[in-house]
């Protein structure tokens, strides 16, 4: 399967971006989708997960309570809602998936398939 991240952008501290991600060449409804991020000199560290079916979702702490997860697997895309952007959330995000898989899945070595990075900047 192949991912496409979009939605990276420049914006102020407290305001609020959504990330898209869209897949082809697979059957999306059967994958879990994650997101990731990372920043210049740190390894790449985990966001957000999400269920094949949608149902469960797993946050990183650092996120939790503002961003938020989901997927429309009509349109083969998962999203990431991020409310209440501080700088510390600039890194560039990357989506990716596994087939089957799980939503407790965090580790980025359990991932398949991975899109390009799409740059998020937040000015304070």
């Known amino acids: 399967v192949q991912l496409q991240a979009s939605g990276g952008g420049l914006v102020q501290s407290g305001g609020s971006l959504r990330l898209s991600c869209a897949a082809s060449?697979?059957?999306?409804?059967?994958?879990?989708m994650a997101w990731f991020r990372q920043t210049p000199g740190k390894e790449r560290e985990f966001v957000a997960s999400i269920s094949w079916g949608g149902a469960t979702t797993k946050y990183a702490d650092s996120v939790k309570g503002r961003f938020t997860i989901s997927r429309d697997n009509a349109k083969n895309t998962v999203y990431l809602q991020m409310n209440s952007l501080i700088p510390e959330d600039t890194a560039d995000y990357y989506c990716a998936g596994v087939q089957s898989g799980s939503s407790r899945y965090a580790e980025t070595h359990l991932y398949d398939y991975w899109g390009q990075g799409t740059l998020v900047t937040v000015s304070s």
């Open positions: 060449g697979g059957t999306f409804r059967t994958y879990t």
